[in-house]
Each structure stands twice: as structure tokens, then as C-alpha cells.
């Protein structure tokens, strides 16, 4: 019999059971897994694909299981809402354009409210101006979603709907390009209305993607919901419910698809979105295969709005009336797809001096805003995108910064992830649909 303060030793019908601190040293061992217990800090990312990019995740594992996740973002940082300060507010479109590079009419949009909103100018935008945003932002939506059905697809093993999503949305930025001469960073949309208005081929494409999408959705459909690896991988994977989504920020298609109805377009309307008839889809469940669902039904309630709009657009201007504000919108791109009309150009160089002036100063000055500051919020995407803009009455901003949705939803990847498979943390980070120029601005 030892005296240890620790260790006993006594005899019983079993044998010899040795006891510490008064445990049963079998019973001790026998809860012990030295191989499970064993925790080891990983890296993930970061890298293309799996993280979306530039975001690092730190995660702590025991075992196959996420015992914490920590996102770690800023590898992508570009300081554009710092290089706003150093140009005037017109350039600043070409600047905001590159954040969600996924979703640029939205970050151009919000930015021109915003500054339409300082210059006291939001009732004189006009209304084919209006209707032009709202048809740029939803067809701008459906690419936007279409590029997170494609890459999560292939995150979790469903090549084909890679190749399916981006091949629709070639469709719609081939629409772009023919409206605002590029295909993604496009700064179209101005403060005062935008670049110029919308040609009549560009009418008749858009026209037949509403009369070709219907189909490919069931395609991604058939494709992927009755798929049981797709499900096994999505249902009540990630699970984030609206309480967890309200505490932390979250917005957009992950608030909804925990059923909370949010969407800015209807609970606080701009662009007249009031005036338009569609739905806002929820799913009760706040797993990945519930943002599935949502982003799906979104790209149909988006494919309505640009029906409604093209039957909404009227002829008339695209730019306001004041010419101390309106950028020169009645350009024309030229024959190579680039630049401008030649019938334009001789216009302001040779045939009117007003033009001429008014040209080169609002390039090189811009105008001034007067002294203020706003905050102006948008449904983009991935949810709330709001602009603090603020003016000291110059003709530059003092100050934009971006309510980015996918650096706030980005908080809700450890409560999605732990506890979880280190497999899941991919589809649970895919379903969030980041953008690191966005979060990283």
C-alpha cells in the first residue's frame, strides 16, 4: 500500500486497481483518446479555390471536427475608399466599381444616391435614368448569382454547374458590353443618372435571355436538387438561424434563407422599386441547401424586374437637366467597341465651345457637393451595401466608406463552422458567396 497523496493502491475481487486523486485509474484511461484529444492548428487558404480567393481561415482541429475557425481577410486590400479622397466625385465611380467586382452596378448605384442625396438632387433623376438602374442591377444580380451556384458547385464536387452557371452569365455580360462598352468594372452608372442610354440591340438581347433562362434554371435543377451527394452536402449543413443572423449583422439571401423576409428593396425602396411586383423568398431552414433554394428563386423574382423594366422604359433623358452636374451622357460608343462615336467627338470639338468647356471642366474639376453627410443602403447580392459619404463642400469626397456585405457576413463563418467537419467548412464559407474585393476595399 503506497502513502502518496496521489496514487492508492488496494485489492479487490478484480485485483490490484491502482486509484489517482481518488479516480478510478481505468476508468480515467479508458476516457482518454490520446490520438482524438490532440488538437493541431491548420491554415486554410489562402487560395482559389475553396476560400473564395484571398480570405485565410485558422482552424483548430480535433480530429475531422472544427474545434475554432478564424477568418483572417486584408491579403486583397486595394485602399480604394482612401484613393476617393485624392479624385473628384465623378471619378469616384470608376474607383467603387472594382470592390464587388461580382456586383459593380450596385457598388456604382449606391455611390451615385449617395452623392445624388448630398446634392439635394434625388427627385431630378429621371425617369428612364431610374428604370435603366434597376434593369443593370437585377440582370447585374442574376450574374452575380449564377457565379455562386457555379464555383460552390464545384467546391463541393459538382463540376458540371460550373461550366452551366458561367455559361449563362457570359450572356449577360456580353449584354453589358454592349451597353456600356465593358464587361464587368463598367462605371456606368453616374451621379446625375448614367454614361448613356441603352441601344435598341441591347433591348433585343436582353428580351431573349428572359425567354432562355427559364429553361436553364430547371437544367441547374435537375442537375443538382434531386442530386444525393448535393444534398447530403447542403442539408442542415452550416446551420445559421435568424437569431444568430440579427445578433451578428447578417443580411441578404443568408438572413432569408432563415426566414426573416428582409429585403431593402421592400422594406426601404429606392429607384421606385415600390412600383415593381415581385416576391421576396425565404426558406425556414438557415442551412446551405436553404441558401440554395433562395438564391435561386431570387434569379426568377430578378428575371420579373427586368421584364417590368424593359416595360417601363420610356424615351427621354438619362442625365439631369443641370449641366454643372450632368456628365456628357449622350456619347456613343464607337465603331470598335471603344471610346467614343465619332459624331460626338466633332461635337465637342468643333461644333459647340459650351460643350467643349463643360467637358474638359467636369472631367478635369467636377463639380462641388455641398458640406453634409449621408448613408445610403442598397440590396446588393450579398445583402446590405451601404455608402457613408461624406463632403466638406470641395469638389472631392472627404470621406466614402462602404457597409460591405461580405466583410460583415464573413463574422458568421465561425458559428456556421465550429463544431462542425473541417468538409463542411468549405460549403458553409461558399454559402456566405464572399467577395474579398469587396470585403478587402
Not at 428593396?265 to 421606385?272: A, E, F, L, Q, V
Not at 466633332?346 to 460643350?355: H, T
Request: aromatic share 8%; charged share 25%; glycine share 10%.
Amino acid at each position: 500500500m503506497t502513502t502518496s497523496n496521489y496514487a492508492s493502491e488496494r485489492e479487490t475481487d478484480e485485483g490490484r486497481v491502482f486509484t489517482v486523486t481518488g479516480g478510478d485509474w481505468d476508468t480515467i484511461v479508458s476516457g482518454t483518446d490520446p490520438i482524438n484529444d490532440e488538437r493541431i492548428v491548420v491554415n486554410m487558404g489562402p487560395q482559389h479555390p475553396s476560400t473564395h480567393g484571398v480570405l485565410r481561415l485558422i482552424l483548430e482541429l480535433e480530429g475531422e471536427t472544427v474545434r475554432e475557425a478564424r477568418s483572417v481577410v486584408g491579403y486583397l486590400h486595394t485602399g480604394i475608399e482612401k484613393n476617393l479622397e485624392y479624385r473628384n466625385w465623378v471619378q469616384g465611380s470608376t474607383f467603387v466599381t472594382r470592390m464587388d467586382y461580382l456586383a459593380p452596378i450596385f457598388n456604382e448605384t449606391a455611390y451615385a444616391l449617395a452623392v445624388e442625396k448630398l446634392l439635394g438632387i434625388t427627385d431630378d433623376i429621371t425617369e428612364r435614368a431610374t428604370t435603366i438602374r434597376v434593369l443593370m442591377m437585377e440582370l447585374n444580380r442574376i450574374s452575380s448569382h449564377l457565379v455562386w451556384l457555379a464555383t460552390t458547385g464545384m467546391e463541393l464536387g459538382a463540376i458540371s454547374i460550373m461550366l452551366y452557371g458561367f455559361r449563362e452569365r457570359e450572356y449577360i455580360l456580353d449584354i453589358f458590353e454592349t451597353i456600356t462598352g465593358l464587361r464587368m468594372n463598367h462605371a456606368y452608372v453616374r451621379p446625375g443618372g448614367v454614361a448613356q442610354d441603352v441601344p435598341d440591340e441591347a433591348i433585343v438581347k436582353i428580351r431573349e435571355f428572359l425567354k432562355m433562362m427559364p429553361k436553364k434554371l430547371k437544367e441547374y435543377e435537375d442537375l443538382l436538387s434531386g442530386q444525393p451527394i448535393w444534398t447530403e452536402r447542403t442539408k442542415n449543413v452550416a446551420v445559421l438561424d435568424v437569431t444568430g443572423c440579427v445578433a451578428l449583422g447578417i443580411t441578404g439571401p443568408v438572413l432569408r434563407s432563415a426566414g426573416l423576409a428582409w429585403d431593402l428593396r421592400k422594406t426601404m425602396p429606392y429607384c421606385g422599386y415600390e412600383t415593381y411586383e415581385f416576391d421576396v423568398p425565404t426558406h425556414p431552414d438557415g442551412d446551405v441547401w436553404g441558401r440554395y433554394q433562395v438564391r435561386l428563386a431570387e434569379i426568377r423574382e430578378s428575371m420579373k424586374l427586368v421584364e417590368q423594366a424593359l416595360d417601363r422604359l420610356r424615351p427621354g433623358p438619362v442625365m439631369v437637366a443641370d449641366r454643372k452636374i450632368a456628365w456628357p451622357a449622350q456619347l456613343a460608343i464607337g465603331v470598335d467597341g471603344m471610346g467614343n462615336s465619332l459624331e460626338h467627338v466633332a461635337k465637342i470639338m468643333g461644333q459647340s465651345m459650351e460643350s467643349l468647356i463643360h467637358h474638359f471642366k467636369l472631367v478635369t474639376e467636377g463639380f462641388r457637393v455641398p458640406p453634409g453627410q449621408v448613408y445610403v443602403a442598397i440590396e446588393a447580392p450579398r445583402g446590405e451595401l451601404g455608402v457613408h459619404a461624406v463632403s466638406d463642400g470641395g469638389t472631392r469626397p472627404y470621406r466614402v466608406h462602404y457597409r460591405e456585405p461580405s466583410f460583415v457576413n464573413l463574422q458568421a463563418l465561425p458559428a456556421m463552422a465550429e463544431g462542425g467537419l473541417i468538409a463542411d467548412v468549405i460549403a458553409g464559407g461558399a454559402s456566405l458567396d464572399p467577395v474579398m474585393g469587396g470585403c478587402d476595399r
